[in-house]
């Protein structure tokens, strides 16, 4: 599992909602480069908007594993717990 989060020039989070949190079997750097990639294409997905935001802001990003090697079905519920609390 990993997050993506935003921050503005004083370190403080600064989009809404502050953390993405997401699974991938593929590794975490081509699922943020398809996320980019979707954004850039004009998703609407609230996701995909924040990073839009987050560009023309100007605004730092950081990218942290928070679990590896959970079986599927403790990935999910990490994650959607993760949400839950964190988003």
């Given at each position: 599992?990993?997050v993506h989060e935003?921050?503005?020039?004083?370190?403080?989070?600064?989009?809404?909602?502050?953390?993405?949190?997401?699974?991938?079997?593929?590794?975490?750097?081509?699922?943020?480069?398809?996320?980019?990639?979707?954004?850039?294409?004009?998703?609407?997905?609230?996701?995909?908007?924040?990073?839009?935001?987050?560009?023309?802001?100007?605004?730092?990003?950081?990218?942290?594993?928070?679990?590896?090697?959970?079986?599927?079905?403790?990935?999910?519920?990490?994650?959607?717990?993760?949400?839950?609390?964190?988003?």
């Open positions: 599992m990993y935003f921050f503005d020039a004083n370190g403080n989070s600064a989009v809404s909602p502050p953390r993405y949190y997401g699974i991938t079997k593929r590794g975490w750097r081509k699922r943020w480069a398809e996320h980019c990639f979707a954004a850039n294409r004009g998703s609407r997905y609230r996701f995909h908007s924040a990073i839009r935001d987050a560009t023309e802001r100007g605004l730092s990003s950081i990218h942290a594993i928070e679990a590896c090697c959970l079986g599927e079905d403790a990935a999910m519920q990490l994650e959607e717990e993760s949400v839950a609390q964190f988003s």
